[in-house]
């Protein structure tokens, strides 16, 4: 019965993994499922609606350990669904009370009210190392917001930047990318009680009443109609989820790319044995950011499972169920462990100022030939300035040892030394960092 996704490496030994795992599985699924029997048979007894004297026995059945799991197990594969069984079994346990379990409720009343149970737990969980990690991020930033590195547009030299900005801009997506998710928990965050097909026609006077009671107990927010067949809140968190996956899948390119033995501007944080290579010793692997990259792609496949959940034929939908919540499950159970990588990514990352520099400096100056085509145009106009820049940077390219600044000087055209300094990091650069740095608390 266990709906947890299971995923290799690194990744499944996470702490975030591991806790959004032990939530959506077996035991923590059964807990759920009970904390819904248990909050009804208040709230109904309460209100009158089952007799009063009868809460305490079903509250003292609804725990896990006082069911037969295996047996719970066996049954839930008989019947195709966990809760007949699972009412089942607390209705013998409670004795005459028992009568009164699950009273006008229905099983997807249970499954739904649960897994909005579920998200809210584990995702929480997520927004919260999410938080820590852009924390993390913002110090990064502040830290180098000064460090000259090179700027890259379809991987070639661009112009120059600083490393501060370049962990702004990830910075920048991961918190609209929380935002994103937090919006969607919340509205994920709905109790389900409506009966057979939602209209509570099995308890027509007292069913808004008991709903709205069952929100206030479980903490969560009564909807204005049954949502059962309306499942657009769940696509809601499952593409939040993807979209934060996917962000951290950035960052994790760009550390990965920067690791390249040419490149040498980053390095994941050190641990013994890790990264090794089985035939190759010098190597040191990008493996946290493997593990971030590959988690991304998977899950970015998961918000087209939950549309299709969302295409349910009238009342009670046939086929989709389950299918929506493995999508969810994994999304969720991903997404938190590669949260926790980034964490301990960007917590340890190495980073090397001297390469950066070295880096900005590899071209012979062409990092600075924006600079000086815009210089040039104040006298010739842009589109003449372009071609002369392009023909100098192409013999800077094709002619080793030339710097740009050279080849200008031997092109006739003079160039002060004020072009060749990233006179910009102190200008626009700087202000966009510390707009994004002022957004963290």
């Known amino acids: 019965m266990s709906l947890a996704s299971s995923a290799p490496g690194l990744l499944s030994q996470k702490e975030g993994y591991l806790r959004s795992a032990a939530i959506f599985g077996e035991e923590g699924t059964v807990d759920a499922y009970l904390a819904f029997e248990r909050a009804l048979a208040e709230v109904q007894g309460s209100l009158g609606v089952i007799p009063p004297e009868a ?48 009273y006008g409720a229905t099983t997807q009343d249970v499954m739904d009210t649960a897994q909005a149970l579920q998200i809210r737990e584990a995702g929480e969980a997520v927004l919260q190392e999410s938080a820590q990690l852009e924390t993390l991020l913002a110090g990064l930033a502040a830290n180098h917001r000064h460090t000259l590195m090179v700027g890259r547009s379809k991987l070639q030299h661009a112009v120059p930047i600083t490393f501060g900005y370049k962990v702004a801009v990830w910075l920048d ?19 389900q009680f409506g009966g057979a097909t939602g209209t509570l026609a099995a308890l027509p006077e007292r069913g808004v009443a008991i709903r709205a009671g069952l929100a206030r107990k479980l903490g969560l927010k009564e909807p204005d109609i049954s949502w059962h067949v309306t499942r657009d809140r769940m696509a809601d968190v499952v593409y939040a989820l993807a979209s934060l996956a996917a962000a951290l ?50 899950i970015r496949g998961y918000p087209s499972r939950v549309l299709e959940a969302m295409l349910q034929d009238h009342e009670r939908a046939i086929g989709h169920g389950y299918g929506e919540r493995r999508a969810l499950v994994a999304a969720m159970t991903e ?45 010739v106009g842009r589109v003449e300035a372009h071609q002369i820049l392009h023909d100098v940077c ?40 510390d707009r994004v740095l002022s957004k963290v608390t």
Not at 67 to 86: F, S, T
Not at 412 to 427: K, R, T, Y
């Open 249 to 298: 899948g950035k960052i994790a390119v760009d550390v990965s790319h920067m690791m390249s033995t040419e490149v040498g501007e980053l390095y994941e944080p050190a641990a013994e044995g890790r990264g090794s290579s089985s035939t190759m010793p010098q190597k040191r692997n990008p493996v946290l950011c493997e593990a971030i990259i590959e988690a991304a792609r998977d």
């Open 55 to 102: 809460v305490a026995s079903i509250e003292a059945t609804c725990r896990r350990d006082a069911l037969d799991m295996e047996a719970l197990n066996r049954e839930a594969a008989q019947v195709g669904y966990p809760i007949v069984p699972l009412v089942k079994q607390l209705a013998e346990r409670a004795g005459a009370p028992g009568q009164w379990v699950h």
């Open 394 to 433: 192409q013999r800077v390219v094709e002619e080793k040892g030339v710097s740009l600044k050279q080849a200008l000087g031997e092109a006739g055209i003079d160039m002060p030394d004020s072009v060749f300094q990233p006179a910009s990091l102190d200008g626009a650069l700087a202000e966009m960092v």
């Open 335 to 379: 997404t938190a462990g590669a949260v926790s990588l980034a964490v301990e990514l960007v917590q340890g990352l190495d980073v090397k100022p001297g390469a950066m520099a070295r880096n900005v400096n590899l071209s012979e100056g062409l990092v600075y030939a924006e600079a000086a085509m815009l210089h040039l145009a104040k006298q």
């Open 173 to 191: 997506q991961m918190i609209r990318r929380r935002l994103v998710l937090a919006k969607a928990l919340d509205g994920a965050a709905v109790v």
